[in-house]
């Protein structure tokens, strides 16, 4: 069921504006999840984090690396989390 919420809410995103635009505050996991469910998607921290892990793992080493090093204050930190939010981003985001 989280599966399903966690999809949901990452195809809101791509094709809601406002509702990427509130992502760029997020700094956490913990931030992500919790905006999530301020605009109606509920799952928990443990699923997303699962979610963001599971994706992290099938990245090659220097893709990993380069989204470690992007700091959480940055406006596109949140979208590096996963496969989705990623392909948002322009190129030299």
């Given at each position: 069921m989280a599966d399903s919420v966690i999809q949901q809410f990452l195809k809101a995103v791509v094709h809601d504006h406002a509702l990427a635009t509130g992502l760029k505050t997020c700094m956490t996991q913990a931030e992500i999840t919790a905006y999530a469910a301020s605009q109606?998607?509920?799952?928990?921290?443990?699923?997303?984090?699962?979610?963001?892990?599971?994706?992290?793992?099938?990245?090659?080493?220097?893709?990993?690396?380069?989204?470690?090093?992007?700091?959480?204050?940055?406006?596109?930190?949140?979208f590096r989390q996963i496969a989705p939010l990623r392909a948002m981003l322009m190129p030299g985001a």
């Open positions: 109606g998607f509920d799952f928990s921290l443990e699923d997303w984090c699962r979610a963001v892990d599971s994706d992290f793992a099938c990245l090659s080493i220097s893709d990993q690396e380069a989204i470690k090093a992007v700091d959480p204050a940055h406006w596109s930190w949140a």
